[in-house]
């Protein structure tokens, strides 16, 4: 029998089991599993608990505006007005704070915030939703007679209350609402409006304008209300052609915008009774949408305080004047620097088809007429009626007058001769930094003897995050590579190298 090798025995030789043998766990590695969950459940709970405390007693000492324009700040007016104001006023918002479908909420919100912190403890912010409380409305508004609803804001002073809707403190941009039907958002006028109407109830002698209606007057008044609020000046209208009426005794300007017929006999009689007795009235009339009107009533008024409408339409001549170069009936009017000397930032404004004005020969000694924005010295007029003297041809002609009483009454009448001053239309483009809002405020603000040289309230406009120049589309294709290709593969190969370094470890 062959003798068997070594590597044989090897192969024969049966394999042995070991023993399994059992590895006691290590008691610190549980410890320290649970001490690791404990001490993150503990810190989650103190950030949880610590949030809540920073909110409810430092939530608005540590909030900051960040935004290019602040627009949840208030600016330096309105921290004066609030400042030097000598009583407390009670904002409320009648609706639910946390209603996320709200557009203006986050426009209004922050803001109003500011007004609270600013005005140390003299104003006191209040949200109560009236579908919570149903009997908040009746409690401020026991009459109905401001207009308190649900989403709205209501400011009080004492017995004085006003009511203020949060869309009208919006602006939109109107050219691409009316060609597309889509509101775009441009701004807001919060702190216009808020502060006029602060201002306007906590005042002890507070301005009151009423928009005459019953004649086809214009009746988007939205920005021309946001002007006047800018004053401390409140709006309502009225109607004089009923029997019986009267203008009522609080009532320091009454704005007559383009009128579509004439006014009575009666409703001049009661306005130029309102004239002598110390009135003041605004009238916008231009030629574009009222040249067939006859205005015998509204002329007389006219005539009272020296100044007389004519059927006639200014025609630009300068060319450095025109804004659009082929239509010589939109142009720059000029400031009459002669007569508006105080408080206008501008010297020239947006004028279009503005109708002929002139000084009334036969006007009344104690009157005086101002000519405060003119064409320049090379306009000319067509008639209407060719009956006018013809000799009136090239030369300078009044687009705003000014008729003032230099007696002890003080009667003051302004007419604008173009609508491009106070129109909704005009303004859907522009801010209310505008110089025609401008002028407005100064104008209107002398004539109420309401002193505005400090108003300077800046819309609050959005800011713009779009890109300074569109991508070209050869750019679009190579940032589309870049993001959607390059970055992706290079991140994957990152991936496998460090895998294949480190798989051994």
């Known amino acids: 029998m062959a003798k068997k090798s070594a590597r044989e025995h090897i192969l024969e030789e049966k394999t042995v ?11 610190r590695i549980k410890s320290l599993r649970t001490m690791s969950f404990l001490s993150i459940l503990i810190i989650v709970l103190i950030c949880f608990v610590f949030n809540i405390l920073l909110d409810v007693t430092l939530d608005k000492a540590l909030t900051f505006d960040a935004t290019s324009v602040k627009i949840n700040t208030v600016g330096t007016y309105t921290k004066n007005i609030l400042k030097n104001m000598d009583k407390k006023v009670e904002i409320y918002g009648l609706f639910d704070k946390n209603d996320m479908s709200l557009e203006w909420r986050d426009y209004l919100i922050p803001i109003l915030d ?90 002890d002698d507070p301005l009151q304008a009423f928009y005459l209606t019953g004649h086809g007057e214009t009746m988007e008044h939205t920005n021309l209300d946001t002007i006047l609020v800018s004053l401390g000046i409140k709006t309502e209208t009225l109607n004089l052609s009923g029997v019986g009426s009267s203008i009522p005794n609080q009532c320091d300007l009454i704005a007559i915008l383009q009128p579509k017929q004439d006014i009575s006999e009666a409703e001049r009689d009661i306005l130029k009774l309102y004239l002598q007795n110390g009135g003041k009235i605004l009238l916008v009339n231009d030629f574009n949408e009222n040249q067939n009107v006859e205005y015998t009533n509204l002329n007389l008024l006219c005539h009272q305080m020296g ?69 320049s010295e090379s306009a000319t007029v067509e008639f209407k009626n060719m009956n006018i003297s013809d000799a009136i041809s090239q030369g300078t002609y009044p687009i705003v007058l ?59 406009t959005i800011p713009n995050y779009a890109l300074g120049r569109p991508l070209s589309s050869n750019e679009v294709t190579m940032w589309s590579i870049v993001v959607m290709t390059i970055i992706p593969v290079g991140c994957l190969i990152c991936g496998f190298y460090i895998y294949k370094k480190r798989r051994h470890l």
């Open 114 to 203: 500011d007004y609270e912190s600013k005005a140390d403890g003299k104003i006191t912010l209040s949200y109560i939703d009236p579908d919570s409380n149903p009997f908040i409305i009746r409690e401020l508004d026991p009459d109905g007679l401001y207009g308190a609803a649900k989403k709205k804001y209501v400011i009080k002073c004492e017995d004085r209350l006003v009511c203020v809707d949060p869309y009208n403190c919006l602006n939109y941009d109107q050219g691409i609402a009316s060609t597309s039907g889509v509101y775009v958002l441009t701004g807001n006028d919060v702190e216009f409006y808020f502060t006029g109407y602060i201002q306007y109830i906590t005042s």
């Open 17 to 27: 089991k070991s023993p399994r043998v059992k590895v006691a766990s290590d008691e």
């Open 307 to 375: 100044i007389s409408l004519e059927a006639g339409l200014i025609h630009e001549n300068d060319s450095s004047c025109l804004i659009q170069s082929d239509n010589p009936y939109i142009s720059w009017g000029h400031l009459n620097t002669d007569y508006a000397t105080e408080g206008y930032a501008w010297s020239a404004y947006y004028t279009s088809y503005n109708r002929y004005l002139s000084v009334f020969a036969d006007k009344p000694d104690t009157i005086s007429v101002y000519p405060l924005l003119t064409t």
């Open 402 to 460: 000014k008729g003032v009483d230099t007696s002890e009454k003080s009667g003051a009448l302004l007419v604008y001769a173009t609508s491009s001053l106070t129109s909704d239309e005009y303004y859907g483009m522009k801010t209310l930094n505008d110089p025609n809002a401008e002028f407005v405020r100064q104008s209107i603000g002398t004539i109420c003897q309401r002193s505005v040289n400090n108003v300077q309230i800046p819309v609050k």
